[in-house]
């Protein structure tokens, strides 16, 4: 019985067992199967739900969380607003370090979620005292009863997928995926989900999908963190300037990095030509995989998963916005092709 025909006796309830979608159009030219895990059908619009969930219940399950206690976090939104919408149900205050690269969307949803939000510049270093990290560890120190989730240091991150969102894409594909792709920054998802494939089949291939400005693929690649190749862009919630001890680098087989135009055409892609609404990061996800179909990475026999970790709506006013892109110089060619 699907989970929407019986009464819920919690929100919470709602979390997790997504669906996944045999995509089409998007992929028509591409060789082999390919299905998107759409996580913006969790409560909170997000894949963050599963990973905020899951570590404030094991908080409580230790004794560090107790009602009227502080939940803060440093985030780009997402997690954010999912710890905000548990707090709610669970009598917690919610506080928050944002990245200013957010969008406008995101940071209005999470003060309507209740929570504090302290908004921190994007173009610093991960050491400097006005970046989020930053932020976030002082306002736990401020806060009586805080704990910190510290989602890119924290292995309930990676543990959370590795107990749900692996077993569920394992069990829908029934056993035959070939191909795993998500996009990498705190590296929780691709990092849980990773592992468990790897358990069940170590020939499936895990792709880790890197931006342009970040610093993870060419970590992986060498073990070495090259500081000139930071560099601010635009998509949200994918690569880093440090490396989060979340990303289990030994689960992943390669990275793909992407840009910000293209990442953002195949956003506007998957939502015209699939009926997804997405958010950014999806469309790097697709991006990522027409170049992988042009290095002949997959054949006719391809089984391909594609995450798809939140909702559309938070970015009306960014990649769905002709005035965003246009300012971005995105449409300086307004028949330009997405699949290029």
């Given at each position: 019985m699907s989970r929407y025909n019986e009464s819920m006796n919690s929100l919470f309830g709602l979390i997790g067992n997504t669906p996944l979608i045999k995509l089409s159009k998007s992929v028509e030219s591409l060789n082999g199967s390919y299905y998107a895990k759409w996580e913006g059908a969790n409560p909170g619009h997000s894949i963050k739900d599963r990973i905020a969930l899951y570590i404030i219940e094991k908080a409580e399950q230790k004794g560090l969380l107790k009602p009227g206690a502080t939940i803060v976090e440093t985030t780009s939104g997402n997690t954010g607003f999912s710890l905000a919408m548990i707090a709610i149900k669970k009598g917690y205050r919610c506080v928050l370090a944002?990245?200013?690269?957010?969008?406008?969307?995101?940071?209005?949803?999470?003060?309507?979620?209740?929570?504090?939000?302290?908004?921190?510049?994007?173009?610093?270093?991960?050491?400097?005292?006005?970046?989020?990290?930053?932020?976030?560890k002082n306002l736990a120190k401020k806060y009586k009863n805080a704990i910190y989730v510290n989602q890119y240091f924290n292995d309930l991150n990676v543990e959370a997928h590795y107990h749900t969102t692996g077993p569920e894409i394992w069990n829908q594909t029934s056993g035959k995926i070939t191909h795993l792709i998500a996009s990498s920054g705190t590296g929780g998802t691709i990092s849980g989900?990773?592992?468990?494939?790897?358990?069940?089949?170590?020939?499936?291939?895990?792709?880790?999908?890197?931006?342009?400005?970040?610093?993870?693929?060419?970590?992986?690649?060498?073990?070495?963190?090259?500081?000139?190749?930071?560099?601010?862009?635009?998509?949200?919630?994918?690569?880093?300037?440090?490396?989060?001890?979340?990303?289990?680098?030994?689960?992943?087989?390669?990275?793909?990095k992407v840009d910000d135009e293209n990442s953002a055409y195949k956003s506007r892609l998957i939502s015209r030509s699939e009926g997804i609404f997405v958010g950014y990061t999806s469309g790097g996800v697709l991006q990522a995989t027409y170049q992988l179909n042009s290095d002949n990475e997959f054949n006719k026999d391809s089984r391909v998963v594609l995450i798809f970790p939140d909702h559309g709506s938070r970015y009306i006013n960014r990649i769905y916005s002709d005035k965003w892109m246009k300012k971005q110089g995105f449409l300086k060619q307004e028949n330009k092709k997405s699949n290029r």
């Open positions: 944002v990245n200013s690269k957010a969008s406008e969307d995101k940071i209005n949803m999470l003060r309507s979620m209740n929570a504090l939000v302290w908004v921190c510049p994007a173009k610093v270093s991960a050491n400097d005292p006005n970046s989020y990290y930053n932020v976030a989900v990773g592992k468990y494939l790897k358990e069940k089949n170590p020939n499936i291939k895990v792709i880790g999908v890197d931006a342009y400005g970040s610093v993870l693929k060419k970590y992986h690649e060498t073990g070495e963190i090259d500081p000139n190749e930071i560099h601010y862009y635009r998509i949200e919630g994918m690569g880093k300037n440090l490396i989060p001890s979340a990303t289990k680098f030994q689960y992943i087989d390669r990275y793909v």
